[in-house]
């Protein structure tokens, strides 16, 4: 599992200490109250007393494993007792026969690559009741382009790319067009644009047009204009999950929920998050290690997605820091081994609706 270094200080921690702070993150996860000494005794059955706790505890909070959020209260996890927690004390969760075959029978693999991505992403959100993040692979590039003719004023553009991923479009005509132009055009399309990248296509288009395609200005203006708005919508999606999520405790208050919805829908926000988790597939980012202030109080979990050893994108999770870091975890884990064994078995096809296409892969 690739996340941040391990803590430097791990070693300060002595067995005692580390059942604390174990006990006291997976209680304030479940329970989102501040834990005392007198919970850990009562409900994890510790075999030491409650003094010695209390003094640990106190420990914990003065070498910055603890919080406490009042004088009179209990303790809470730290962004460093979080990632302590994650890096040395977390064991390994299996998932709940319930959500696993509410994974197997949603992820269905019909579809394209980018219909099975938001499948997942989709999926997550729901099990993990938590927002997710899509953000696609920008370097992709165009294998096929296809124009089809639907009536005499409708086409449908097709564009294939080398990941698998399917973008199509419908452009509206002023004047019907003779399929042997359709068929033309289509030619001069493939021959300029097999190998650009989907980021750079609509600079390419400018250029194509202006040197092969000039003879076809009227008709390729509405195609141009089709293609450049399918390719220029957001890379990043954000998926459903806001709703449940705002049913923890930590939304109590109407104006950190409209800082919530706010933050999670601004993009340079959500490029500041996944800025920290490029370095690793699997990433976890925690309270303050993020650089962006308004992410101080929650958590960020991405993992990438790949298709033979191409990366297609990040699927990432936003949530409180308060999450439940294990079955975050094993469910992106999951959903991921799920994502390649539909690969695998080549279930998805290139173009929608399309299954001859499959036989080409």
Excluded: W
């Amino acid at each position: 599992m690739a996340m941040s270094a391990k803590n430097g200080d791990s070693m300060n921690l002595d067995e005692r200490k580390k059942k604390i702070l174990s006990s006291v993150v997976e209680d304030y996860i479940e329970s989102a109250e501040p834990v005392g000494s007198k919970t850990l005794v009562e409900k994890y059955h510790l075999d030491y007393s409650s003094a010695t706790i209390r003094n640990d505890m106190k420990i914990l909070e003065e070498e910055g494993y603890l919080e406490q959020p009042h004088i009179s209260a209990g303790r809470i996890p730290s962004t460093k007792g979080y990632r302590y927690y994650v890096d040395n004390l977390m064991k390994e969760r299996k998932l709940s026969m319930m959500d696993i075959d509410y994974i197997n029978s949603t992820i269905n693999g019909f579809g394209d690559v980018d219909d099975i991505f938001e499948q997942v992403a989709d999926v997550v959100s729901k099990v993990l009741s938590t927002p997710t993040v899509i953000t696609k692979n920008n370097t992709d590039t165009i294998e096929n382009i296809k124009v089809v003719k639907i009536s005499d004023n409708l086409l449908l553009i097709i564009l294939m790319s080398k990941n698998g991923t399917v973008k199509d479009c419908i452009a509206k005509l002023t004047d019907t067009v003779e399929d042997s132009v359709i068929e033309q055009m289509t030619s001069i399309l493939n021959q300029n644009l097999t190998g650009t990248s989907l980021q750079e296509l609509h600079l390419v288009l400018n250029n194509v047009i202006r040197k092969d395609l000039e003879a076809f200005s009227g008709l390729m203006e509405e195609i141009v204009n089709s293609i450049k708005y399918e390719m220029s919508k957001n890379m990043k999606k954000l998926n459903s999950g806001v709703e449940k999520i705002l049913e923890n405790p930590e939304f109590s208050d109407i104006e950190t929920v409209k800082n919530f919805i706010n933050m999670i829908s601004t993009k340079e926000i959500i490029d500041s998050a996944l800025d920290k988790s490029k370095e690793n597939k699997l990433s976890i980012v925690i309270g303050s290690e993020n650089k962006e202030v308004l992410l101080n109080d929650y958590t960020v979990i991405s993992l990438d997605i790949e298709k033979d050893n191409r990366y297609l994108g990040k699927l990432s999770v936003i949530g409180p820091k308060r999450m439940n870091y294990a079955k975050t975890i094993s469910t992106l884990k999951y959903v991921n081994d799920k994502f390649n064994n539909i690969l695998k078995l080549n279930k998805i096809s290139d173009v929608k609706g399309d299954n001859s296409e499959r036989e080409r892969r």
